[in-house]
């Protein structure tokens, strides 16, 4: 039990504080509740629109990119760590790691999951005409 009463010293104490600090600001506080005061802060902006508001699916797609190489970021460390110990078979599957990796990345590059403004580039291309062939 000795080893346990520090803790449970600090557990009192950091309990005890809250308790005291919430119990203060509802007795001290001010009551004057105001719509903007209760309305959500977010970033300084007042809120716009619905917070249930659907995104485009290139959102998701660049988000599992993002945990794809984030993933591949974790794989990566533990591989040059030990890399000494795994020798030529090593450098060989984490080569080999890459190149489907980029294989992948570059399927996804292929097919505009990266492209964030594909309506200016057409408006851009309408406005210089059709090309003429060489």
Not at 20 to 48: D, F, H, R
Request: a positive charge.
């Amino acid at each position: 039990m000795d080893g346990w009463l520090g803790v449970l010293i600090m557990l009192v104490l950091g309990v005890g504080f809250a308790a005291v600090m919430i119990g203060l600001s509802v007795l001290l506080g001010p009551k004057n509740p105001t719509p903007e005061k209760l309305a959500p802060y977010e970033c300084g902006m007042p809120a716009v629109g619905d917070a249930r508001e659907r995104h485009s699916v290139k959102f998701y797609l660049v988000a599992m990119i993002f945990l794809l190489f984030d993933i591949e970021i974790a794989f990566l460390y533990p591989w040059a760590v030990a890399l000494r110990d795994l020798g030529w078979p090593g450098l060989m599957q984490i080569v080999t790691f890459f190149m489907i990796l980029s294989v992948g990345y570059l399927y996804v590059w292929r097919k505009g999951a990266l492209d964030w403004a594909p309506a200016a580039r057409a408006r851009n291309a309408l406005r210089r005409g059709p090309r003429k062939a060489a």
